[in-house]
């Protein structure tokens, strides 16, 4: 893991740690890591450029800047603005549409676009929070369009190198073999292992970045400033204007009151444009947060103290990404001291130094010490409520699987016979679907997804329990075949096989009629 902490115009920067469990290598401040939907904020940020450029609006209709892009329903198709794409109310489900790039497939941005309109509503225009990456893949479109460079092209040409981000990616694809890079881990079966990067480029705007602590700092740096950059000469640089700031900022969709710490739970949480917005004892905090399969990170800003912090994070464990971020945040609102081992300096502002949690929150993850030696090791403000945190979601997570076990209808078979099950089954959005006889049973391939690809386990009735090959995914999935009027199969539906599965593998929404 590696932090950056920006207070006025000092910054600090630091790794713990290795860049794979086992291994050697250590991360530190130039270290990459996917930064998932930190992304989101490049993005809005592009806008904001085109915006002052006289290229765009936010409230500009998407139609308007993108012929032929329609949604399920008319009237949104024709009252969807900019706007409306950056803050997640435009009346879809949760993750609607990531199938179609996530786990990676060979979807183009284009056909990922043009699909949208197979996407049916869950809510009615406006009304409601609803996460959908798909929407700032639309986003990426229209600043291509606009500008006449991709995003990527945009992004690095506007952004990063202005910036000094001289690190940063916009794909995974574009490391190095041998360069400072953080390997990704997931836990499969109580054990830690390192898994590859999922590159994300058919819907890179949502999420494809890849940043250091080092370069993250400069990017909170600008953003504190309200566009600005210093050159090292002293020099002012403009990225965008004070106004566009204040418009990535605003307050648009009302969030839940929920934090993986119960101490944390704000007043309000609000989201803008590719940012969150909540209080913290009586400031205004702007944040967001990404995940990509195995790295979670974290940058967080409080505006009122000059105050920025980014934590990258190569596991997937969001309370201790709350308990050092927080703990952060406490020293600079009110001066008292910082259990993460903070060490003033007479000629500078502050160092923190994480060897106090840190290292025993990282000696506890990955060697296994016991939660007494790390507990007497430190007392901190949110380690115990943090710990405790994690061997909750370990605990629910147990009485989850016990549930799902115990939803199995005992004595059951299925309708027809196996054979019958074989075939080609198509949804207008996804595409085609393939329930294959194999030597010991059924499996299922989609056809636009390489890792999905898994034994159909009999569960009950004619449900089936889809068993990836790829263990690590962990979105197991239940496959219904339902029956026409002739007796044969007309259609199959699916779901997730458990709340625990990430929202992205939107299986509900498809609906998947037999073709062959």
Not at 114 to 141: H, M, Q, T, W
Not at 207 to 224: F, N, Y
Request: glycine letters at 8%; charged letters at 25%; hydrophobic letters at 40%.
């Amino acid at each position: 893991m590696s932090l950056g902490v920006v207070k006025g115009v000092d910054s600090w920067v630091t790794g713990v740690g290795t860049q794979v469990i086992g291994g050697d290598v250590p991360v530190d401040e130039n270290t990459l890591y996917a930064i998932g939907s930190n992304t989101k904020a490049f993005t809005a940020a592009c806008l904001a450029i085109l915006v002052d450029d006289g290229k765009l609006k936010w409230d500009d209709k998407v139609r308007d800047r993108l012929p032929g892009f329609a949604m399920y329903d008319p009237y949104v198709t024709a009252e969807l603005t900019l706007r409306d794409l950056m803050c997640h109310r435009a009346g879809l489900g949760l993750g609607s549409g990531d199938l179609m790039f996530w786990p990676q497939t060979d979807f183009t941005i284009d056909e990922v676009i043009s699909k949208i309109k197979y996407l049916k509503p869950e809510s009615s225009f406006r009304s409601k929070f609803a996460y959908d990456n798909i929407f700032y893949g639309v986003a990426g479109k229209i600043i291509e369009l606009a500008s006449g460079k991709s995003w990527q092209e945009f992004v690095k040409e506007r952004i990063l190198r202005p910036l000094g981000m001289n690190r940063s990616n916009t794909s995974s694809n574009d490391f190095v073999k041998g360069d400072n890079i953080a390997n990704p881990h997931a836990t499969l079966d109580g054990n830690i292992i390192p898994v590859p990067y999922e590159p994300l480029d058919n819907c890179a705007a949502a999420g494809a970045i890849d940043s250091s602590v080092d370069d993250m700092t400069k990017w909170l740096k600008c953003q504190l400033r309200k566009g600005k950059h210093i050159e090292e000469d002293g020099t002012i640089m403009t990225l965008w204007s004070e106004e566009q700031q204040a418009e990535m900022w605003t307050s648009h969709t009302i969030l839940p009151n929920r934090m993986s710490l119960a101490s944390l739970t704000p007043h309000f949480q609000m989201y803008c444009l590719g940012w969150v917005t909540r209080d913290y004892r009586g400031h205004l905090v702007v944040f967001h947060t990404g995940g990509i399969t195995g790295q979670v990170s974290r940058t967080i800003m409080i505006p009122a103290l000059d105050l920025g912090v980014v934590f990258l994070t190569n596991q997937d464990v969001v309370p201790l990404l709350d308990v050092v971020v927080y703990q952060v945040l406490d020293h600079f609102i009110d001066g008292k001291s910082l259990d993460l081992g903070v060490v003033f300096l007479t000629n500078q502002d502050v160092v923190p130094l994480l060897d106090v949690v840190v290292y025993q929150v990282l000696d506890h993850f990955i060697d296994g010490k016991s939660l007494e030696e790390l507990k007497t090791a430190t007392e901190t403000k949110f380690l115990e409520e943090g710990l405790k945190a994690h061997y909750d979601s370990l605990e629910e997570a147990k009485e989850i699987e016990g549930n799902f076990l115990k939803s199995r209808k005992e004595n059951t078979k299925h309708s027809l016979e196996l054979d019958d099950y074989v075939g080609t089954y198509t949804d207008e959005w996804y595409g085609d679907v393939f329930v294959e006889k194999a030597e010991n049973g059924l499996r299922m391939v989609f056809s636009r997804t390489p890792k999905l690809k898994g034994k159909l386990v009999y569960w009950h009735y004619d449900t089936f329990l889809v068993e990836w090959d790829i263990r690590e995914l962990k979105a197991d999935a239940f496959a219904t075949f339902h029956l026409n009027s002739e007796g044969g199969i007309g259609h199959l539906t699916m779901k997730p096989g458990s709340p625990l599965v990430d929202f992205s593998y939107d299986f509900q929404d498809l609906y998947l009629k037999k073709t062959k």
